[in-house]
């Protein structure tokens, strides 16, 4: 539920929507026909070699790509996806465990392993320019802890964050417990939306029946915080739609727009495949920032929710305030966080 970008008029009206959807079928099949090939494996090794666009708000970025470089088990994503998870970038956070700051450091581990980050002659818990070098600093010495140990040393150094480097140890890798296992995967999950990929993304598996979902509510009236319960009519804002399509195929999006970019990896503009979020905001270098989204289907259109007055309707996705893309997974929506501490 976002504040809507206005004076946008109806690209089709009236006797031609019939038209409209033709057009848009050919785009979604001549689209995922030109993307067959992609695939079986283009997109299947995606690496991290920075971050993605806008991922990390601009003021922790540059803290982020520097410290998340600081040993071989993490990586400026994988420190994002830590942050994010932890506070949703908000340095005056509290948990209810009275966990404090970006980083979320109880006070007693602060005490033990927070860092003068930015040489100023403290140490400040809220400062995410003390924070963050010590959340890297922290996994780097958690990673020292577990070297030897078999397997994947971001997972074991995750692992070791969540449980302790004892049990790690003790179990020769990641411990058979669910809330450590869980907390691995999110992370690892939540890393791939944080980090600028190598190569192709893969074509979602769920996008045409999103599509067809959102297809079936052209020129419903917009509703500002709609969701489409019979008590809205059936409306929708512009997250709101995008949530119910993707829950129309068993992927639970968060609420917001801003949150729904993090439900996975980020394609290129030229990379684009219906069935793809795509992102508008005024800050094109935060993504907390995001206030509007739609559902990509080809072309260089998209189905969106678009203000106030208006309906359900086609839009054109290049515009000045187009800020990016998520190909949603599964995985990807299943690792957000569903609630964050408050500051």
Known sequence: MTVRRAGKAWLWAGGTLGVCLGFVALLVVGTYSAAAGIAGGAGAKNGA???AKGAVPTLYQGLVQRWGSLCPAINP???A????QESGWNPRAVSPADARGIAQFIPGTWAGHGIDGDGDGDRDIWDPQDAIPSAASYDCELAGYVKDVPGDPADNMLAAYNAGAYRVIKHGGVPPISETQNYVRIIRSLEKSFARPLGRVAPSQQAAAAIHYAQGKLGTPYLWGGTGTAAEGGRFDCSGLTQ????SVGVQLPRVANDQYNAGPHPGRNELLPGDLVFFSDDLTNSRAIRHVGIYVGGGYMIDAPR????IRFDRIDTPDYFGATRVTKEGAA????HLPQA
């Open 49 to 51: 070699v920075g971050l």
């Open 77 to 79: 994503a994988l420190l």
């Open 81 to 84: 996806a830590q942050l994010y």
């Open 244 to 247: 119910a399509a993707y829950d």
């Open 308 to 311: 106030t007055g208006a309906v």
């Open 335 to 338: 690792a957000l966080p569903t």
